[in-house]
């Protein structure tokens, strides 16, 4: 399963306590539901996830259960972030077999900056 988010309205914000705190996160939430992180990759304006699941894993709940968490923890963790609404956009990008080109995740994320 391949998973991409990015934040709401902030553009560059996953950097030092925030990205060491998210990826804390997001292991933490993948070792709760027994599932494999293969490569979490936390760039500035997006986090990527590429993690194994089962066939009984329905496919929206693992990004539901990471935007959940860690919008909260983030926020209450780290000051400047308290004044976010939220930390995630509401949606996500999420491919389950096969190769996603490099051209459709930029799109993705492309479109996902500008809202």
């Known amino acids: 399963m391949h998973l991409i988010w990015t934040p709401n309205r902030w553009p ?3 950097v030092g306590l925030v990205h060491d705190h998210l990826k804390q996160i997001i292991e933490e939430v ?3 539901h027994r599932r494999e992180i293969i490569r ?4 500035l304006d997006h986090v990527h996830l590429f ?12 990004p539901r259960l990471i935007t959940g968490c860690s919008s909260h923890d983030v926020c209450e963790e780290v000051l400047h972030m308290r004044k976010l609404p939220s930390l995630w956009t ?3 990008f999420l491919s389950t077999a096969g190769n ?3 051209e459709i995740t930029q799109k993705y994320i492309e479109r996902q900056s500008k809202t």
């Open 90 to 92: 509401d949606s996500f």
């Open 40 to 43: 979490l990759a936390i760039e």
């Open 100 to 102: 996603v080109s490099r």
């Open 51 to 62: 993690m194994r699941a089962t066939p009984y894993t329905l496919p929206a709940d693992i």
């Open 30 to 32: 993948a070792g709760e």
């Open 12 to 14: 560059k914000v996953f």
